[in-house]
């Protein structure tokens, strides 16, 4: 069966240190992975995307990472802050279906 | 700027009652998308239209209903609500034309039903 897991446990590190959030699937052939961010009581925000061909993505001090062997993406947060606290969420584009998988997320938080 | 609204925010309703929430993007997107979201599940798609008059069923359609009279509004609406049926509800939108399928998310609305 075709499925999209992240860790249910909430991730909880420090200020300053590196948060590393893990986005598995098994059975999808994805052309686009993408990252949201969702605060309590709103909407899921865009964060990020890293296409199939692409190994590693940098937006500030977010990295992505996409290895298609292995089905699986990492999403690094460097130099974390407590602002940074949130649910982070992965999803599958299989491009040009115009739908994204989700998976159900995680909930880091960063404690001064 | 363009945006994504739901309304209401917050509806208690009773077992029974027919149930419409509404969901209106000025982003001019052909794409919306309707998904509720519950602890453990994560968000599950119940119906999305790529465009005026186009309406699909997502995995979790049962009890609801859309329809797409123009671009800017997907209204759901709930035939006859079950206390299953509580939960939180997102609509997005996304662009026809951008092959990642990147979306754009409403505030949600929370739904109570007694």
């Known amino acids: 069966s075709q499925k999209i897991e992240q860790n249910s446990e909430a991730l909880n590190i420090q200020e300053g240190k590196t948060a590393t959030l893990t986005c598995n699937y098994t059975?999808?052939?994805?052309?686009?992975l993408q990252w949201y961010r969702q605060d309590p009581g709103r909407g899921p925000v865009f964060l990020l995307l890293i296409r199939e061909n692409e190994k590693e993505k940098r937006k500030e001090r977010l990295k992505v990472t996409f290895d298609t062997t292995l089905k699986q993406s990492l999403f690094h947060i460097t130099a974390s802050q407590p602002a940074d606290s949130a649910t982070y969420l992965c999803a599958l584009s299989l491009g040009g279906y115009n739908k994204l998988i989700f998976g159900a997320g995680t909930r880091l938080a960063v404690h001064p | 700027d363009a945006e994504i609204t739901q309304s209401p925010r917050h509806k208690i309703t009773e077992t029974g009652r027919q149930v419409t929430l509404a969901c209106h993007q000025t982003w001019n997107h052909n794409n919306m998308f309707w998904y509720r979201q519950d602890l453990g599940h994560g968000l599950r798609l119940i119906h999305y239209s790529y465009g005026v008059h186009d309406t699909n069923k997502g995995e979790v359609s049962d009890g609801y209903s859309v329809s797409r009279s123009n671009t800017e509004d997907l209204p759901l609406t709930l035939e006859s609500a079950a206390s299953s049926q509580t939960s939180v509800y997102f609509c997005a939108s996304s662009d026809l034309d951008k092959h990642t399928d990147t979306q754009y998310f409403g505030p949600g609305t929370r739904l109570t039903v007694l």
């Open positions: 059975n999808y052939s994805p052309a686009y």
